[in-house]
């Protein structure tokens, strides 16, 4: 996210740190990256500096499984996986007072990229092959992707409220007004995609362990080379698609990058909807309820008028 909460306690965070880990944070800096996840730098007594994340209101029991996924494919010897650190008991995941999900990753001396589709090159076909090796990896215990689109009840239930003025913020008004006017868009892109989910779901035997995000802006260059994948919160098995939608093949070198393999254009297009509609409903979360005017709201916004106007 690109503001702190309001109010957050540096201190709380810091006793996590120090229970979940035994990281002594000398400085605890927020870094205004990434949207949903809070980030924060830390530096310990050594000097050493980690990279921490706060999920508010996180299911922390889904979260760690997923970051388990993510530690043990880096332990199977996947090079490329940015891992989180374990805590003692094998877990990833530590809860904080007040009930948010903290994990750990050290910090990268490298070079990040935006958010967005990995240009033809080098670094490209080193992300194929590593969704590759990490779709062939077996024996990896992770959530497994139902096709809900989150919040999905919240946005029928703001959408049954449109009568009665949503006031709980500086976005709430045009957000309810945008809900209104596009409500048939909504609607048309929901039945895409519930038409699709039969025929996927039908695919479970096949399903692999997928990152889930493996766009650009979740690809670093480290300084030594190579590539490494971060921000693993939606590592879950599914359809190669997960991942491949973002990333699929676009030429013979690409194709024998990742592997013989050729997506599915039905499964592709569900991932396609979803993230739209995930977006879509995330955003109204967002807004319909007590925010302040942040970059945080200000993106939400900007991104929800997007999508509802784009041609999906």
């Avoid at 980690?50 to 970051?67: C, I, K, P, Q």
């Avoid at 877990?91 to 904080?96: L, M």
């Avoid at 889930?212 to 260059?221: D, R």
């Amino acid at each position: 996210m690109f503001a702190e909460p309001p109010g957050f306690d540096r201190a709380v965070l810091a006793d996590a740190l120090r229970a979940g880990w035994g990281i002594e944070a000398v400085t605890l800096d927020y870094a205004p990256v990434g949207f949903g996840t809070h980030h924060y730098r830390a530096r310990d007594v050594t000097g050493t500096e980690w990279f921490v994340n706060v999920d508010l209101g996180a299911d922390a029991d889904a979260l760690d499984r997923a970051l388990r996924a993510a530690a043990a494919l880096g332990e199977s010897g996947l090079e490329f996986v940015a891992a989180p650190l374990r805590r003692a008991d094998g877990s990833c995941v530590t809860v904080t007072a007040e009930g948010d999900a903290v994990s750990v990753v050290g910090v990268i001396d490298g070079t990040p990229h935006e958010f967005g589709e990995l240009p033809s090159g080098p670094v490209r076909l080193a992300v194929l092959g590593a969704l590759g090796r990490i779709h062939a990896a077996r024996g990896i215990d992770a959530p497994v992707d139902t096709l809900a689109v989150p919040h999905r009840a919240e946005l029928a239930e703001a959408r049954g409220a449109l009568d009665r003025p949503w006031d709980d913020g500086p976005y709430s008004g045009r957000t309810s007004e945008i809900v209104s006017l596009k409500g048939l868009v909504i609607d048309e892109l929901f039945a895409r995609y519930d038409a699709l989910v039969p025929a996927v779901h039908a695919t479970r035997d096949a399903w692999v362990v997928t990152h889930g995000e493996p766009h650009a802006g979740n690809v670093m260059i480290p300084a030594g080379g190579g590539v490494r994948l971060i921000d693993w919160d939606t590592a879950a098995i599914g359809p190669r698609e997960r991942d491949l939608w973002m990333l699929a093949p676009r030429d013979v070198a690409e194709q024998a990058a990742y592997g013989s393999y050729r997506p599915d254009e039905d499964t592709m297009a569900l991932y396609r909807l979803r993230w739209a509609l995930s977006e879509i409903c995330v955003f109204v979360h967002e807004l319909r309820g007590p925010h302040r005017d942040d970059e945080n709201t200000r993106v939400a916004w900007r991104e929800l008028s997007g999508y509802l106007t784009a041609d999906l």
